[in-house]
């Protein structure tokens, strides 16, 4: 290694380790929440009353004007407002219910010790040069099961890098970094797909009225991309995080299992058992969804010209509880671990109490999200954005990164990837039309910039979560320890996707199924 090399290395180290030290002074999650609800409130009460036009409306759309105002909540209608949804607010927050379900299943999976020892017989059957690739795609491709890749494999990659004599932490951010810095990425279609494609088509169609844009028209695009951001996220893994965490030393009031990689044979029957239990179960899924009358088959759909698998979209947490709860309990009846109901009632009673301080992050960031949508603010700032970057007077390639940029920098203030998409679809979809490219391209431009951003704000509603995953390890894990563990890969998927979208321009291969790079009037 060169003296230069050593250099650069010594400086990002001292970059992160600043990063993490500014971050880390940052209040607590449960205070940092309570604190931008107070803010909220204050804009709300500067800027209300402050108005822009709605993306689709007013001009030559042929559809009336309509406006977005900032809503002041510091009123009496505001107050009552507030009040009267709190409990809903908590009650309905998306993330809290999917989460303590699938925890209720994988809390039996887990103190049965059926995780455990599934882990083990993953790690030694796995290359270990592969494992850091596998846990990254393996974040990526579990957004076909919706978030709950945030809640099983996070901790799944803490426990594998804890098993192999790594530092937890690194197997949290690898995990971490393929979940959620690589949304959109998937071999596989997935609800994503079909929810970006309805906001596309109408702002298509203002310029186009007859133009479709086909659920799959990103798909070859967004598969090809897994293995460069895999490999990316590998590289950071093991170039950056694990040397700079070095070996790991529980600290003392830590309760953590002793670990052995040493599978005894009781174990693997039990394994074996529950396994079976799970291939049952996926064929019990997979004969309710495959033929066009099964129970989780919907009404006909024209796209698709078969019966909608929404259902099954719908019903994929509880098929994850259900999977395993029935996988965990099955390992404890044959591995003896489970001698009657009460052991059962005892571990999910358990692993409800290791999310105390998530459900108390949950009440405040619900409040907060709540607020921020009722006061319109982050609709006004990203309309407000995007017509700073249509005045720049970029064209061409150099507005699709631009546009790249201006998603991801609001991704940090907006979680939701079909409300910033809402907005942002009826400007940029009609602006790049009119100069030759095609919805799918823009569509796609979007799905980049709505992706790699993801694991550097506080604001994402499961941000608060893998911090509470990683104090299981680390017990003074801040938001900042967070922050800096992630930006090395926030970049480097940066630098990967962007270069590979404008190639991919460059060489005009097709997005997807039906999904050409150039509009052609």
């Given amino acids: 290694m060169t003296e230069q090399t050593k250099k650069k290395?010594?400086?990002?180290?001292?970059?992160?380790?600043?990063?993490?030290?500014?971050?880390?002074?940052?209040?607590?999650?449960?205070?940092?929440?309570?604190?931008?609800?107070?803010?909220?409130?204050?804009?709300?009460?500067?800027?209300?009353?402050?108005?822009?036009?709605?993306?689709?409306?007013?001009?030559?759309?042929?559809?009336?004007?309509?406006?977005?105002?900032?809503?002041?909540?510091?009123t009496k209608a505001g107050f009552q407002r507030i009040m009267t949804n709190m409990v809903d607010v908590f009650a309905t927050f998306p993330?809290?219910?999917?989460?303590?379900?699938?925890?209720?299943?994988?809390?039996?999976?887990?103190?049965?010790?059926?995780?455990?020892?599934?882990?083990?017989?993953?790690?030694?059957?796995?290359?270990?040069?592969?494992?850091?690739?596998?846990?990254?795609?393996?974040?990526?491709?579990?957004?076909?099961?919706?978030?709950?890749?945030?809640v099983v494999l996070i901790p799944m990659g803490a426990a594998i890098f804890m098993g192999m004599g790594r530092h937890p932490l690194a197997g949290i951010a690898a995990a971490f970094a393929g979940?959620?810095?690589?949304?959109?990425?998937?071999?596989?279609?997935?609800?994503?797909?079909?929810?970006?494609?309805?906001?596309?088509?109408?702002?298509?169609?203002?310029?186009?009225?007859?133009?479709?844009?086909?659920?799959?028209?990103?798909?070859?695009?967004?598969?090809?991309?897994?293995?460069?951001?895999?490999?990316?996220?590998?590289?950071?893994?093991?170039?950056?995080?694990?040397?700079?965490?070095?070996?790991?030393?529980?600290?003392?009031g830590l309760q953590l299992e002793a670990q052995s990689n040493e599978v005894a044979p009781a174990e693997r029957r039990a394994l074996k058992w529950s396994l079976l239990s799970v291939l049952v179960l996926i064929a019990l899924v997979a004969a309710a969804i495959v033929p066009e009358n099964g129970l989780l088959r919907g009404d006909f759909d024209e796209v698709s010209g078969s019966n909608s698998f929404?259902?099954?979209?719908?019903?994929?947490?509880p098929i994850m509880f259900i999977i395993f709860f029935v996988a965990g309990l099955v390992y404890g009846i044959v591995a003896k671990t489970i001698r009657g109901d009460k052991d059962v009632s005892d571990m999910t009673a358990k692993s409800m109490s290791t999310m105390g301080l998530y459900i108390v992050i949950a009440f405040v960031a619900a409040q907060f999200v709540a607020y921020f949508s009722w006061s319109n603010l982050g609709s006004v700032l990203a309309v407000k954005g995007a017509e700073g970057l249509n005045a720049v007077g970029f064209t061409g390639t150099p507005l699709l990164v631009a546009f790249i940029l201006i998603a991801s920098l609001v991704n940090l203030v907006m979680g939701s990837a079909s409300a910033k998409w809402a907005l942002l679809a009826p400007i940029f979809v009609p602006m790049l039309m009119l100069m030759g490219y095609s919805p799918e391209t823009t569509q796609a431009a979007y799905r980049i910039g709505d992706s790699y951003s993801n694991i550097l704000t506080p604001l994402l509603p499961y941000f608060p979560l893998v911090i509470v995953f990683a104090q299981k390890y680390v017990k003074n894990v801040g938001i900042g320890t967070l922050i800096?563990?992630?930006?090395?890969?926030?970049?480097?998927?940066?630098?990967?996707?962007?270069?590979?979208?404008?190639?991919?321009i460059w060489m005009n291969i097709p997005l997807g199924v039906e999904g050409p790079i150039y509009y052609v009037p």
């Fill in 9 to 74: 290395e010594g400086f990002f180290k001292r970059m992160l380790d600043k990063v993490e030290v500014v971050g880390n002074k940052l209040p607590q999650p449960v205070t940092l929440f309570a604190m931008l609800m107070g803010i909220v409130l204050l804009l709300s009460w500067i800027f209300g009353g402050v108005t822009v036009v709605k993306p689709g409306t007013g001009g030559e759309t042929g559809v009336a004007e309509q406006f977005i105002v900032v809503e002041n909540l510091l």
């Fill in 179 to 252: 979940v959620s810095g690589g949304f959109g990425a998937n071999f596989l279609p997935t609800g994503l797909d079909p929810m970006i494609a309805a906001f596309t088509e109408p702002a298509a169609n203002l310029i186009d009225a007859g133009y479709t844009v086909n659920p799959l028209s990103n798909y070859y695009l967004m598969a090809a991309s897994v293995p460069f951001v895999g490999i990316a996220g590998t590289w950071v893994t093991e170039k950056i995080i694990v040397p700079r965490l070095g070996l790991y030393r529980p600290e003392e």
């Fill in 484 to 504: 800096s563990l992630m930006l090395p890969y926030s970049i480097a998927f940066m630098v990967v996707r962007i270069p590979m979208f404008v190639a991919w």
């Fill in 310 to 317: 929404q259902p099954f979209y719908n019903s994929l947490v």
């Fill in 95 to 150: 993330p809290l219910g999917l989460v303590l379900v699938v925890m209720l299943g994988i809390g039996v999976a887990e103190h049965t010790g059926m995780i455990a020892v599934a882990l083990k017989v993953f790690v030694s059957k796995v290359p270990k040069y592969l494992i850091t690739f596998s846990i990254v795609v393996a974040g990526m491709v579990s957004s076909v099961a919706a978030d709950a890749g945030y």
